[in-house]
């Protein structure tokens, strides 16, 4: 079966603009979650989702912010792009995380110039 | 809330020789999980932990809870180089969740 798909694979943004990315889970599972990944801070919750409604929320700015539509796909932006902000950004699905572990996308990787 | 740390930031190793990674958490925790992501990739599930003083082998991957359930470890015997990658714990306080920060293995062939 289809594993996790983010798009887009990379992305590169101006500072001050805003953009969106995109992620379609594992059939069925409608758990997704997000995370960004950095090489000086690893891997970084920012939410969670389940059947459309925020389950859980890192401690992220409010210029990040997300959504989960009823096929279970789900969005992430972020308003007012800071040079910091650029990383490979991950997005995992799970039937039961706490039973069978996230499946992970292949991320999106955002410079911010 | 909930602090977790994993040791060491990174390993170097002579292939063949072993690998081990620790994660403690502050808290006690319900579960525990692992993952590996190689380099320019993207983590992937090894392992989930419940019991107290569990322990799971996966080929040369050994998977250990505390009987505190407050630390985990994992351990690779024999290290080869396909071993390379990150290691993550993912730690469980019933729904609160968190990674470490991963340890970081590179094996000299």
């Known amino acids: 079966k289809a594993g996790v798909t983010q798009t887009p694979r990379y992305l590169i943004k101006t500072r001050g603009q805003q953009v969106t990315l995109s992620c379609s889970p594992i059939s069925g599972h409608r758990s997704v979650s997000w995370y960004q990944q950095t090489p000086g801070q690893g891997l970084q919750f920012l939410f969670e989702?389940?059947?459309?409604?925020?389950?859980n929320k890192g401690n992220f700015p409010g210029r990040f912010s997300g959504r989960q539509f009823s096929n279970s796909r789900s969005e992430m932006n972020v308003s007012t792009l800071e040079l910091g902000d650029s990383a490979l950004y991950l997005c995992a699905s799970s039937l039961v995380s706490r039973v069978y572990g996230y499946t992970f996308g292949s991320g999106t990787r955002l410079t911010v110039v | 809330g909930q602090q977790v740390m994993q040791i060491p930031q990174y390993q170097h190793v002579q292939e063949g020789e072993d690998f081990t990674t620790y994660c403690n958490s502050s808290?006690?925790?319900?579960?525990i999980q692992w993952y590996k992501q190689r380099p320019g990739g993207h983590p992937v599930f090894l392992i989930q932990l419940v019991k107290s003083g569990e322990v799971k082998k996966q080929k040369r991957l050994t998977f250990q809870f505390g009987e505190a359930k407050k630390n985990s470890s994992l351990h690779i015997t024999a290290t080869q180089t396909t071993d390379v990658g990150t290691y993550f714990c993912?730690?469980?306080?019933?729904?609160?969740?968190?990674f470490g920060a991963g340890t970081r293995l590179t094996v000299k062939p």
């Open positions: 808290t006690t925790l319900s579960n």
């Open positions: 993912a730690a469980y306080n019933n729904n609160d969740m968190r």
């Open positions: 989702y389940f059947s459309e409604t925020q389950r």
